[in-house]
């Protein structure tokens, strides 16, 4: 049971880190959280592919937890409250979204 | 008419979305509440805060139950319209068949069965001769609760998320079922709508003008979570598809009969009595060979279903099914047996794929599986569906604002009104029900009903309020309707559990030290709320204030431009 519990904590980690990596690929997104810097070509390739895997390795970590069945609704609806989440981070708190990030 | 296809999209969206929205903000509200409705219950009957019971014993605790179970007063009224003549009193009707149910959540047990009557039907196709009665026990007792005892979460607020609690012909379900072909087709028109789908995703911008940010989140809401929004839609219909297509009771019926005679050759389940009286075997030891069988299988478990037919007949059969604590289907590995002599008739075999994704697809929303984790998501899907949907009304108004004119100015009137009632109102409801719980008196008669009178009273207050405070709609102002009915809501939320605490004794720092969630869940879930409503009021106090400011300074209703900046 423990285990488990781990298990889904560390994919709900990840669904929302590729779901910011996602957001930070988005160039209005990424201006609003680095302060209006450009976002260079390969940076915006290098988070579209960092978010994948982060997507991947969630789901990953949801079958590891569960049943495939009931992994596959458990990892739906963690991506929808990461996407939510990052949403609302955006709107208040842009500027945390660094830490996900913090190169150029 | 329209211009081009996305326009005409739009015309379908908003109208249809308007008229059936209000029917989705109950189904998606109380449908969030039914996630929980069993730990609901705990928190409105304090005499079954226990903790969950498996599967009582047949032999020495359910069986003198189902000797004291009676066919149901409303079944008999109801079925009394359907037969020749008087039904016999209750006392002498015969049990045929019973059931009980239990899930991983439940401390009581649901029980019921079928009484044969001798009744002629008045439609002579109409094979149905059975009463129902029905009942919730003590699993550790053998006890019957009281039905005035009204369990809010189970026996309310889940019928009202499905049916809306319009019993004649059915009407709740089919209302419901509409507002679910049409949540589908808003969420397709929806997509076709949105220019920017996954460019603005993770788009919010609270400190936009009203208009802007309450359809960014209108559409925030709607894309994140709509995988959720189209599974719940769709497998919300198809649980009742046999209600919106009765085939086998109309065009295919003689072929429907046919295949129920067919099934119980194959499957070896005698189909009719055989007429002849037969004792019943041991049921715990057929529990006992059902658990041998589940654990052999390297799925061991416990019971979640258990059925019997033809009771004291020699083709009597016992069903046991097990609890779907750990899948996502309801309950399964049905093991059968001879009720007389307790031989094993069947083991149902793996599922067909078609089966499977059925059990699959309606698990998903009936969700008994033992999951905290996603029956919280789901509490966040079904939220952010009635974001979406208050969100949608509120854009509506808010668009039409700015050129309010005569008749238009009444439509927008009512449609803010009727906002602030499936809105704000509906929370009022909620918790004027849960305060009359706590606060009627424990042996009144009638308490249960009455718990739901006040519902639809207050309800019905609600609205006449947010109706007699729409006036500055019309002005291009906000309804001050909204802010007094959530400091309503917060006040009631707080008495809620206030009153908890003063009839039971179990405040939250007795149920949170007992990690009794179920209780203690209730109550905190009341108080953030309560926290919210506050806050929200506070931020609209706010609006209203920059709104009316502008009207006065400038002597016409504020544009745009003039509603400055705020979160």
């Given at each position: ?104 | ?430 918790a004027t029900m849960l305060v009359a719980n706590r606060l009627l008196p424990e042996d009144m008669v009638g308490r249960g009903v009455w718990q739901e009178r006040l519902f639809w009273y207050s309800w019905l207050a609600a609205l006449a309020h947010a109706a007699s405070r729409s006036a500055p709609v019309a002005r291009g102002l906000m309804s001050p309707a909204w802010r007094e009915q959530c400091w309503a809501y917060a006040a009631l939320a707080v008495a809620a559990v206030l009153l908890n605490w003063l009839t039971t004794g179990d405040h939250l720092g007795k149920t949170l030290a007992a990690s009794y969630w179920p209780v203690a869940g209730v109550d905190i879930c009341l108080l953030l709320s309560a926290a919210v409503a ?34």
């Amino acid at each position: 049971m423990g285990e488990a519990v781990l298990l889904l904590l560390v994919a709900a980690i990840c669904s929302f880190c590729a779901m910011a990596w996602f957001a930070l690929a988005k160039p209005a997104h990424w201006r609003q959280v680095r302060r209006g810097t450009p976002l260079a070509h390969g940076t915006r390739r290098a988070l579209q592919v960092a978010g994948s895997l982060a997507l991947l390795l969630s789901l990953w970590l949801c079958l590891r937890a569960d049943a495939p069945s009931m992994a596959a609704l458990v990892w739906l609806m963690l991506l929808a409250v990461s996407a939510a989440a990052v949403a609302f981070t955006l709107s208040w708190r842009p500027h945390w979204l660094r830490l996900w990030w913090p190169g150029r | 008419m329209f211009a081009n296809f996305r326009q005409a999209m739009a015309w379908v969206h908003t109208w249809f979305g308007l008229v059936l929205g209000y029917v989705l903000m109950v189904a998606f509200f109380f449908g969030s509440l039914s996630v929980f409705d069993r730990e609901i219950d705990r928190w409105a009957v304090p005499e079954t805060r226990f903790a969950a019971q498996p599967m009582p014993s047949f032999d020495t605790v359910l069986k003198p139950v189902y000797d004291k179970l009676r066919a149901h007063p409303d079944d008999m009224a109801a079925t009394a319209l359907r037969v020749e003549g008087d039904i016999p009193h209750p006392d002498t009707l015969p049990l045929v068949s019973l059931y009980a149910y239990t899930t991983h959540r439940d401390p009581v047990l649901q029980i019921g069965g079928e009484f044969a009557i001798p009744n002629k039907p008045i439609d002579a196709s109409d094979d149905h001769q059975h009463v129902h009665g029905w009942a919730s026990i003590d699993p550790r007792s053998g006890a019957y609760l009281s039905e005035d005892k009204l369990q809010v979460g189970s026996d309310f607020f889940y019928p009202l998320h499905y049916g809306l609690h319009l019993h004649w012909k059915n009407l709740g379900y089919w209302i419901v079922g509409l507002a679910a072909l049409i949540m589908l087709v808003a969420l397709v028109t929806g997509v076709v709508m949105h220019r920017k789908l996954f460019k603005e995703l993770f788009t919010f911008r609270p400190h936009k003008r009203t208009q802007r940010s309450v359809l960014d989140l209108h559409n925030l809401t709607g894309v994140v979570a709509l995988p959720f929004h189209f599974f719940f839609a769709f497998t919300g219909l198809l649980i009742f598809a046999g209600i919106y297509f009765p085939l086998s009771q109309t065009a295919l019926e003689p072929l429907a009969k046919q295949h129920e005679v067919l099934q119980a050759e194959r499957t070896g389940l005698p189909h009719e009595p055989a007429g002849i009286a037969a004792p019943l075997a041991s049921v715990d030891a057929m529990v006992a060979e059902a658990k041998r069988r589940w654990a052999a299988r390297d799925m061991p478990g416990e019971v979640g279903y258990l059925y019997m037919d033809h009771l004291g007949d020699a083709n009597g059969y016992v069903s046991i099914f097990r609890a779907g604590s750990d899948q996502v289907a309801l309950v399964g590995q049905g093991v059968h047996f001879k009720a007389s002599n307790g031989g094993v008739l069947r083991e149902d075999p793996p599922l067909t794929p078609v089966f499977a994704v059925n059990e699959f697809l309606t698990g998903l929303h009936l969700q008994h599986f033992r999951h905290w984790l996603l029956r919280w998501l789901y509490v966040f899907g079904g939220l952010a569906g009635c974001v979406c949907i208050a969100t949608g009304f509120v854009f509506f108004v808010e668009k039409r604002k700015r050129q309010m004119a005569g008749q238009s100015a009444m439509l927008v009137r009512w449609v803010d009104a009727l906002a602030v009632t499936a809105v704000t109102g509906m929370l009022l409801a909620t918790a004027t029900m849960l305060v009359a719980n706590r606060l009627l008196p424990e042996d009144m008669v009638g308490r249960g009903v009455w718990q739901e009178r006040l519902f639809w009273y207050s309800w019905l207050a609600a609205l006449a309020h947010a109706a007699s405070r729409s006036a500055p709609v019309a002005r291009g102002l906000m309804s001050p309707a909204w802010r007094e009915q959530c400091w309503a809501y917060a006040a009631l939320a707080v008495a809620a559990v206030l009153l908890n605490w003063l009839t039971t004794g179990d405040h939250l720092g007795k149920t949170l030290a007992a990690s009794y969630w179920p209780v203690a869940g209730v109550d905190i879930c009341l108080l953030l709320s309560a926290a919210v409503a506050v806050r929200s009021a506070r931020l609209l106090r706010v609006r209203e204030g920059v709104r009316a400011q502008a009207l006065a300074t400038t002597g016409h209703a504020p544009l745009d431009a003039l509603e400055p900046a705020r979160g």
